[in-house]
């Protein structure tokens, strides 16, 4: 059967590929559907993918970088008009629904190609102007249904005790979701520099994004925000009648989820705030370049000032040994808590964000607990070894981990090690999943996950262009 990410995997409930599911592809026919039935094209990326690939010495690689690169374009752009303008809405894969933080990343492997792409300039015009709309719906949704008159079609969120709007398919307030929204925005206008999403819907929707990050600062009372779903599962809903576990203002912003979509422990969540900083200032330097806005980007320049202050003094921790490292969430109180989690922003991933330098010395501690025994939901099994996350339970390696992991290395031995695991795990399917049990990978969750996907692709273009050596000699 397929498990949704939003399920609990435990056990048998995997799906299980069987043994002629991963010997089907001797000559590793291509998992792309047919091009008539694909939900956009573009030839920028029909080019990349032709001049990646002849640069993979390894057949299977090159296989699945050819199925994995153009899956989000393949499967779950749909492409439509709003008051004149592009709109596109990017599905998850096997979730119909767009979240902020998947679709932003789903795109992102295409963002060098869209100057010269004139498709691909529209589905990033009409994604960044859904995504304004959609958080003008409501800013603290994660997702949101294609039709913004309509009530979710989740069965999960059916139930859920918090504000629901039409449009919003599920309200987990995750502040990566709008960093990822901030995200996509500054990436396209480096990239194109093309002023056009830049109106005033989107300068209202990140006057929303301020908004709401002040309001869960939470300096004068708990905000409006609160979240109680009827689950068996304690990461599902937030505690204490759904306003989260206490937490003494400092300057940081409270998260009611993680970016894996479960509740927090203790509310400052690090990688989030970071991210936050960070994309706090792309922000501002689209409203000062794009629009001119001073009062906007000074705004968003001051709040990153501060978000920054608070996690100098406050976001980190020393593990048992006695080594500083960035924590995973605190509570303002002195309590801290360290794991790490596969879903990006994670403290593994904070390099890849840019959120810090790769060389950065506290990061570089961080990253080595993170990817060991200190961070419980590191494992390490006969299929390989990688981080998870409670979201599909212990055991359960996520490949975003290891694709992160390559993405940060700075040294040759490690990207391989990534690379044989990424591609000797995919249980013959061809494409990357949500993740796989560490000594079967055979037993896998989500069939069809773009971010992942998407991911994988972003990593293969980068090494083709920073290290082709490792794609050329792989084996």
């Given amino acids: 059967m397929i498990v949704s990410r939003r399920s609990l995997i435990a056990g048998t409930a995997a799906l299980a590929a069987t043994p002629a599911l991963a010997t089907s592809q001797p000559d590793f026919a291509s998992k792309r559907p047919a091009p008539a039935d694909r939900r956009f094209t573009s030839r920028a990326v029909e080019r990349e993918l032709a001049r990646v690939s002849a640069r993979i010495g390894d057949a299977k690689l090159r296989w699945m970088f050819g199925n994995c690169y153009p899956n989000t374009l393949d499967t779950t752009v749909r492409m439509g008009m709003a008051d004149g303008r592009p709109d596109a809405f990017v599905i998850t894969g096997d979730i119909p629904c767009l979240w902020l933080r998947d679709s932003a990343a789903q795109v992102k492997p295409y963002l060098h190609l869209a100057k010269g792409d004139a498709d691909l300039r529209r589905l990033f015009q009409g994604l960044i102007a859904r995504q304004s709309r959609s958080i003008l719906i409501d800013p603290y949704a994660n997702a949101f249904m294609e039709d913004p008159s309509a009530p979710t079609n989740l069965e999960w969120s059916l139930k859920d005790t918090t504000e629901m709007k039409p449009g919003v398919a599920e309200r987990k307030w995750e502040v990566d979701s709008l960093c990822y929204a901030m995200r996509l925005a500054y990436g396209y206008w480096r990239a194109v520099g093309d002023a056009t999403p830049f109106d005033a819907t989107w300068a209202a929707a990140a006057r929303a994004i301020l908004r709401t990050f002040r309001e869960q600062q939470r300096k004068d009372g708990p905000g409006p925000y609160s979240f109680l779903r009827t689950s068996n599962r304690n990461t599902e809903t937030m505690p204490l009648s759904g306003w989260g576990n206490p937490a003494r203002p400092n300057g940081l912003i409270q998260s009611g989820f993680r970016p894996s979509d479960d509740a927090c422990q203790y509310p400052y969540l690090i990688p989030s705030n970071l991210f936050a900083v960070t994309t706090l200032r792309e922000l501002a330097a689209v409203a000062a370049e794009a629009r001119h806005d001073t009062a906007l980007a000074g705004d968003a320049t001051a709040l990153a000032a501060e ?169």
């Avoid at 212990?394 to 591609?423: E, F, K, N």
Wanted: aromatic share 12%; glycine share 10%.
């Fill in 307 to 475: 978000v920054e202050a608070a996690l100098r003094q406050h976001g980190t921790m020393r593990l048992p040994d006695g080594a500083p490292v960035w924590a995973y969430e605190v509570d303002g109180y002195g309590n801290a808590m360290f794991m790490d989690d596969a879903n990006v922003p994670s403290l593994s991933g904070l390099a890849y964000l840019g959120c810090v330098a790769l060389d950065d010395p506290l990061w570089r501690r961080t990253q080595a607990a993170a990817w060991s025994e200190a961070n419980p939901y590191f494992f390490r099994g006969r299929a390989g070894e990688g981080i998870g996350g409670p979201h599909v339970g212990l055991r359960w390696i996520w490949p975003m981990s290891l694709i992160v992991r390559a993405l940060s290395a700075t040294d040759d031995r490690t990207i391989r090690a990534c690379l044989q695991t990424l591609r000797d795990t995919d249980a013959g399917t061809g494409f990357i999943h949500e993740a796989f049990d560490q000594d079967d990978p055979a037993k896998f969750t989500r069939h069809w996950f773009a971010w992942a996907n998407g991911l994988f692709g972003e990593l293969i273009v980068t090494l083709a262009r920073t290290r082709p050596h490792l794609l050329q000699d792989f084996a």
